[in-house]
């Protein structure tokens, strides 16, 4: 573990100054490299027209350039809707628009997600998002075109990041449980502006199954492509020994 690791992070700027991201290297020392945030100015809207305009790779590029400048040696997309939500192709294409500008390895949030359960071998899920119905629809089909099929889905309907971010996140996991009492399929829930690392033991306790958050599963991530040695359980849950 040396002082040299260094990881970007691309966040949407869309209004709660308290998201995890900020002071997670603070919060966790030695168990992580520095990790640097460059905002994205972002009204937080989850509406696909603004998803789209704000994954843009030009809107992006100044601030993951500016993050290499700091010494960022890998950059991921801490946006799991304005990565999914032109599909995978577009997904793939914003990632390598990204690293070619940037010259450091670059994924997304999205990727990310599908990544993780390659590696976890599952390619079955369940599905509790923060997001609309219409969005929440994008993202079970972003799913299929990697080869997960998502069995129980529900939207709770957030209509902008600081919504998802206030929700009751295990209050919910428990009303989908009580929906969906299936426990042998992996959970996600996406959105990264959904706190969720330092309580995914409790999420997974709650779930009663393998839980992905989106922070969870960028942060993995961008912890490969820095090569950082030591992958921290209690912030990674199942994917600490996921390589």
Not at 78 to 89: E, H, I, K, P, R
Not at 157 to 173: K, N, Q, T, V
Request: negative net charge.
């Amino acid at each position: 573990m040396t002082p040299e690791h260094r990881l970007g992070i691309l966040l949407p700027d869309d209004g709660p100054d308290d998201y995890e991201w900020y002071d997670l290297s603070a919060r966790a020392p030695g168990e992580l490299p520095a990790i640097e945030v460059g905002r994205i100015p972002s009204d937080g809207h989850h509406a696909p027209p603004a998803l789209l305009a704000l994954g843009a790779p030009e809107r992006l590029a100044p601030a993951g350039i500016a993050l290499v400048g700091e010494g960022a040696q890998a950059v991921v997309w801490a946006c799991t809707s304005a990565s999914f939500v032109g599909g995978l192709d577009w997904a793939r294409q914003q990632a390598a628009a990204l690293q070619a500008a940037l010259g450091v390895p670059v994924t997304s949030t999205a990727l990310a997600f599908l990544e993780a359960l390659e590696a976890l071998g599952r390619d079955h899920v369940d599905l509790l998002s923060p997001y609309p119905d219409d969005v929440t629809l994008r993202l079970v089909s972003f799913l299929r075109e990697g080869g997960v099929t998502v069995h129980h889905a529900k939207a709770l309907d957030c209509p902008y990041a600081a919504d998802s971010h206030r929700a009751d996140l295990l209050a919910e996991i428990r009303r989908f449980r009580d929906q969906y009492p299936d426990t042998s399929r992996p959970l996600l829930v996406p959105d990264t502006a959904v706190d969720s690392l330092a309580r995914l033991a409790a999420v997974g306790r709650e779930a009663g199954s393998v839980v992905l958050t989106a922070n969870q599963v960028s942060l993995w991530a961008g912890l490969r492509r820095v090569g950082w040695p030591a992958c921290p359980s209690t912030l990674l849950g199942d994917l600490a020994a996921a390589r």
